[in-house]
Nanobody
Framework: VQLQASGGGLVQAGDSLRLSCAAS?????????MGWLRQAPGKQREFVAS????????NYADAVKGRFTVSKDKFKNTIYLQMDNLKPDDTALYYC????????????WGQGTLVTVSS
């Protein structure tokens, strides 16, 4: 699975931004979980949100619940992360990733897209 993330940028606190992640694979994504993770400067990478390709079951980190929404477009093989009411603490390099539902760790990674939120 190859992943291409896009949509990052510089915004002000309170603004919105939508990230996209296009997946390329000769196989079905039905057995995969697609996720967004982020890494802020000087911090470890952390989970943000995920969605199962089949069934669209979503999961969110507490820090983004109520502000971020993960979704997918199966016809475009693309997942999205709608980020509303952004805060300076959301500043990070955002990665999309994919793993089989049976896997414990994400196996496939995109290149990351930078989100910077100014106060």
């Amino acid at each position: 699975v190859q992943l291409q993330a896009s949509g990052g940028g510089l915004v002000q606190a309170g603004d919105s931004l939508r990230l996209s992640c296009a997946a390329s694979t000769p196989r079905t994504l039905s057995y995969y979980v697609m996720g967004w993770l982020r890494q802020a400067p000087g911090k470890q990478r952390e989970f943000v949100a995920s969605i199962t390709w089949s069934g669209s079951i979503t999961n969110y980190a507490d820090a983004v619940k109520g502000r971020f929404t993960v979704s997918k477009d199966k016809f475009k093989n693309t997942i999205y992360l709608q980020m509303d009411n952004l805060k300076p603490d959301d500043t990070a390099l955002y990665y999309c990733a994919a793993k089989l539902r049976s896997a414990s760790e994400y196996e496939h990674w995109g290149q990351g897209t930078l989100v910077t939120v100014s106060s």
